[in-house]
C-alpha cells in the first residue's frame, strides 16, 4: 500500500508552476496545478492536498490572504503551506508566516531545495497522514474527508459501505469473517445477523463499479477479504 501524496500548486506564472510540476511528478508526488486563487479554491473543494505551494503574488486575490483563509477553515486549516515569494525581505516573511504558512520559498530557488522542504513538511505531518489515507491500486479512501476515488474518479458510498471499506483497506489482503467484520464494523450489535454483511458487501460492490468491486474477493465458506492480487489491477498506484 502506498499513496501518492498530492501538491496543489498555486502558481500564476505557467513556466515556473511548469518547472515544479515537473520535479514534483519525477520524484514521486502528484501536481495540481491552479493558475489563480479562484481555480485554488476550486481544486482545493475538490481534493485535499498534503501540501500547498503558494505563490504570494497573484492576480486578485494574494497569496497571503488566501493562506488566512484556508487557516481558518476547519477543513483546510491542517494542510501545510509554502509561501513562494519573490519578496526575501524581513517584514514580508513574517507576514507569510503569521498569516499560518508553515514555510517559505524566496524565488528563485532550487527545486531540490523545494523538496526537501516539502518532504520535511509531509514528515512532520506523516502520523496523521498514515492514519487518514490509504490506497490500494487505483483506489483511495480519505478517512479524514470520507473521500473514495477510484482512478481519480469520486466513489458515493453510505456510511456502513465507507466503514466496511475502510475496514478491509486497512486490514488488505487478509480474510475476515462475516462475525469479524461485524465486531470491527458495525461494533458489538450481537443482534445484526451475518447475512447484513453480505448485504452491505453488495451495496459496497455496486458502489464501486466493476473494476474496483474486483477487488473485493468472497472468500468461499470463509468470508471476504479486498486484495490488489489477480483483479488486473496494478498493486502500485502510478504518480503520472
Ligand atoms: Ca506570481
Do not use: C
Amino acid at each position: 500500500m502506498r499513496r501518492v501524496p498530492a501538491v496543489l500548486i498555486v502558481e500564476d506564472e505557467p513556466a515556473i508552476a511548469e518547472l515544479i510540476s515537473v520535479n514534483l511528478r519525477h520524484s514521486g508526488f502528484r501536481p495540481v496545478w491552479a493558475m489563480d486563487s479562484v481555480t485554488a479554491q476550486v481544486e482545493l473543494d475538490a481534493m485535499l492536498p498534503d501540501v500547498i505551494l503558494l505563490d504570494w503574488m497573484l492576480p486578485g486575490e494574494s497569496g497571503l490572504m488566501l493562506a488566512k483563509r484556508w487557516r481558518t477553515n476547519p477543513r483546510t486549516k491542517e494542510v501545510p503551506i509554502i509561501m513562494l515569494t519573490a519578496r526575501g525581505d524581513e517584514p514580508d516573511r513574517v507576514a507569510g508566516l503569521d498569516a499560518g504558512a508553515d514555510d517559505y520559498i524566496t524565488k528563485p530557488f532550487s527545486t531540490k531545495e523545494m523538496l526537501a522542504r516539502i518532504r520535511a513538511l509531509l514528515r512532520r505531518r506523516a502520523p496523521e497522514q498514515e492514519a487518514t489515507v490509504v490506497t490500494m491500486g487505483q483506489l483511495s479512501l480519505d478517512a479524514a474527508t470520507y473521500r473514495v476515488t477510484f482512478d481519480d474518479q469520486p466513489v458515493k458510498l453510505g456510511p456502513t459501505e465507507f466503514k466496511l471499506l475502510h475496514y478491509l483497506m486497512t486490514h488488505a489482503e487478509r480474510v475476515h469473517s462475516r462475525s469479524q467484520l461485524l465486531d470491527q464494523v458495525w461494533g458489538d450489535h450481537v443482534f445484526i445477523e451475518e447475512r447484513t454483511v453480505d448485504v452491505h458487501v453488495k451495496r459496497l460492490r455496486e458502489a464501486l463499479g466493476e473494476r474496483a468491486a474486483a477487488m473485493i474477493e468472497t472468500v468461499r465458506g470463509a468470508g471476504y477479504r479486498i486484495t490488489t492480487q489477480g483483479t488486473g489491477v496494478p498493486a502500485m498506484s502510478s504518480a503520472s
